[in-house]
C-alpha cells in the first residue's frame, strides 16, 4: 500500500520559475526521502530529513516536515529544464523496516 | 563503483514462459531490495534481502515470483510462469544499512509479457 502521495501529481513551469512538490503520509515515520528519477532511469536520492528535523538544504533543493500534519514539501529553486523529471517522498516507518514510495510527481520545466 | 546493474534492459515474452531478471548490487551494500514499477500502482516493494537472507517478501504478488540472493554480488528475480500483468519495470536497489543508507536503483528492465 502506499504510505506517502505527492501532489500535484504533474507540474508544469518555466526556467527560472520555482516548483513546489508537496507529500502527505499517514503513519509515523523515522524519515522521509526524497527521489528523482529521470525518464528510463532509476530512483536517485536527493535528500532525506529526519523525523525531528523541520527544514534542509541541498543545494537548490529546500525539504520541509511537518509531523504534526504528517506532511513534507520540496521546494527547486530557480528550475532548470534539466529538473524535468518525475520526484517522489518515500518514508521509512518508525521500525526501521520498511521505506515506502508514493507514486511521485511529474516535473517539466520548459526552456 | 558502477552502481547497481541490472540486465536485461528490456525482456519481451510470451504467456506462460518462464522470466529471469538480474541485479548486481553495490560491493559492500547490506541490503538488496526488489520493487516494481506501474503507472497503476506506482513503485511496490516485492522483497528485500539483508546480507544475502530474504527478511520480507510480503510484497510478492504470488507464487509465481521468486528471488534468491546465492552471494553478496548477485540476485535474481524469476517469475514463472509470466502473466501479461506482470508487465511493468522492475527495479532492483541496494543500501549500506537499513534507516538512514539512501537507496541505490538500477536502471530497471522493463518487461513486457504478451
Known amino acids: 500500500s502506499q504510505q506517502g502521495e505527492e501532489d500535484p501529481q504533474a507540474l508544469s513551469i518555466q526556467e527560472g520559475e520555482n516548483a513546489t512538490m508537496n507529500c502527505s503520509y499517514k503513519?509515523?515515520?523515522?524519515?522521509l526521502q526524497w527521489y528523482r528519477q529521470n525518464s528510463g532511469r532509476g530512483l536517485v536520492h536527493l535528500i532525506l530529513?529526519?523525523?525531528?528535523?523541520r527544514e534542509k538544504h541541498s543545494g537548490r533543493l529546500r525539504v520541509t516536515l511537518d509531523t504534526s500534519k504528517k506532511s513534507s514539501s520540496l521546494l527547486i529553486t530557480a528550475s532548470r529544464a534539466a529538473d524535468t523529471a518525475s520526484y517522489f517522498c518515500?518514508?521509512?516507518?518508525?521500525?526501521?523496516?520498511?521505506?515506502?514510495f508514493g507514486k511521485g510527481t511529474m516535473l517539466l520545466v520548459s526552456p | 563503483d558502477a552502481g547497481v546493474i541490472q540486465s536485461p534492459r528490456h525482456e519481451v515474452t510470451e504467456m506462460g514462459q518462464e522470466v529471469t531478471l538480474r541485479c548486481k548490487p553495490i560491493?559492500?551494500?547490506?541490503?538488496l531490495f526488489w520493487y516494481r514499477q506501474t503507472m497503476m500502482r506506482g513503485l511496490e516493494l516485492l522483497i528485500y534481502?539483508?546480507?544475502?537472507?530474504?527478511?520480507?517478501d510480503s510484497g510478492m504478488p504470488e507464487d509465481r515470483f521468486s528471488a534468491k540472493m546465492p552471494n553478496a554480488s548477485f540476485s535474481t528475480l524469476k517469475i514463472q510462469p509470466s502473466e501479461p500483468r506482470d508487465s511493468a519495470v522492475y527495479f532492483c536497489?541496494?543500501?549500506?544499512?537499513?534507516?538512514?543508507?539512501?537507496?541505490?536503483f538500477g536502471n530497471g528492465t522493463r518487461l513486457t509479457v504478451t
Open positions: 536497489a541496494s543500501s549500506l544499512y537499513m534507516g538512514e543508507s539512501p537507496l541505490h
Open positions: 503513519t509515523s515515520i523515522n524519515n
Open positions: 530529513i529526519r523525523s525531528n528535523e
Open positions: 518515500a518514508t521509512m516507518n518508525s521500525g526501521y523496516s520498511t521505506l515506502t
Open positions: 560491493s559492500g551494500h547490506d541490503y
Open positions: 534481502f539483508n546480507n544475502n537472507v530474504p527478511i520480507d
